[in-house]
């Protein structure tokens, strides 16, 4: 008993000595480019984002101007335009739209460097509209139900557009309390960390809002980006947190992010009472 004691006292004396450390930190931003593109097969002009990464939480992202963007396929290749209003964001032409049983490459120079990535469109599948009710406390409406999060078939994200500005009594607000874009996923794992993910802010709406519905369709590749990258935010501060982790990405050594290509199934409704 008196050794477990002496046990207990030394343990008590150790955790008690400490010290004060300074940890230099690099003030170097990374070198690293971070790609936002997202092609998908509706026609139109479509935008590839490159940037910097950040060094410091919600610091906006420097632009990454002057590169040379091509996006191909098996039969032509597309040069992305940078417009001057825009920085860090390359455009494609006016007619570009992808399709199914292509694939795409992306090649991105600048300076010395060039980045590269290849993926794959997979089709799109028409889908039930989602369900709204109406909240306990007002008379306000709230997304019930979108889409199952787990499913053994087609990965997708889910992009939600509600849109309420043209309601009576919210014509004259402006636009960030009359607007909201919501999105979910489809994916084919369960992750512990997702069933018990920190609640996420519920967003209400008034009867008369317009809700537009797009359904992304996802490669397993993006798919699994998808979900990494959930693991590191939106699922991160649960009851069962991770150990944080790089995101796996399609793109060469030197670039993070991904380049996926979608095929878009959308609908549109109008809340009811």
């Not at 479509?46 to 940037?51: D, G, S």
């Not at 889910?158 to 014509?171: A, T």
């Not at 997702?194 to 996420?200: K, L, Q, S």
């Not at 519905?213 to 991160?236: D, G, M, V």
Request: aromatic residues 12%; charged residues 20%; negative net charge.
């Amino acid at each position: 008993m008196k050794k477990i004691l002496a046990y207990i006292l030394l343990l008590i004396f150790l955790a008690g000595c400490s010290r004060k450390t300074d940890w230099p930190v690099s003030g170097n931003v990374s070198r690293l480019i971070a790609v936002d593109g997202i092609l998908t097969d509706q026609e139109g002009i479509q935008v590839i984002k490159l940037t910097r990464p950040v060094s410091q939480l919600n610091e906006t992202p420097q632009p990454l101007t002057g590169a040379t963007v091509l996006v191909s396929n098996e039969d032509s290749v597309w040069t992305l335009t940078e417009k001057p209003d825009y920085p860090g964001n390359y455009q494609t032409p006016s007619y570009f739209f992808c399709r199914v049983n292509k694939n795409y490459n992306l090649k991105i120079y600048y300076g010395k460097e060039i980045y590269t990535a290849k993926t794959y469109m997979v089709p799109g599948t028409v889908f039930n509209e989602l369900r709204y009710a109406r909240n306990d406390d007002d008379e306000l409406y709230h997304i019930d139900f979108v889409a199952s999060a787990f499913t053994t078939g087609s990965p997708a994200m889910w992009e939600i557009l509600i849109d309420w500005s043209n309601v009576s009594g919210f014509k004259n607000k402006d636009s960030l309390s009359t607007h909201a874009r919501l999105l979910f996923y489809t994916l084919p794992t369960l992750d512990v960390t997702e069933i018990f993910a920190p609640v996420a802010e519920k967003i209400s709406f008034p009867a008369g809002s317009i809700i537009d519905e797009k359904r992304y369709s996802l490669n397993p590749a993006h798919a699994e980006y998808i979900r990494e990258l959930l693991l590191e935010t939106t699922w991160q501060g649960g009851l069962f947190p991770t150990e944080n982790a790089n995101v796996q990405s399609n793109l060469s050594s030197g670039a993070v992010g991904f380049f996926g290509t979608c095929a878009v199934t959308e609908l549109s409704l109008i809340v009811a009472k």
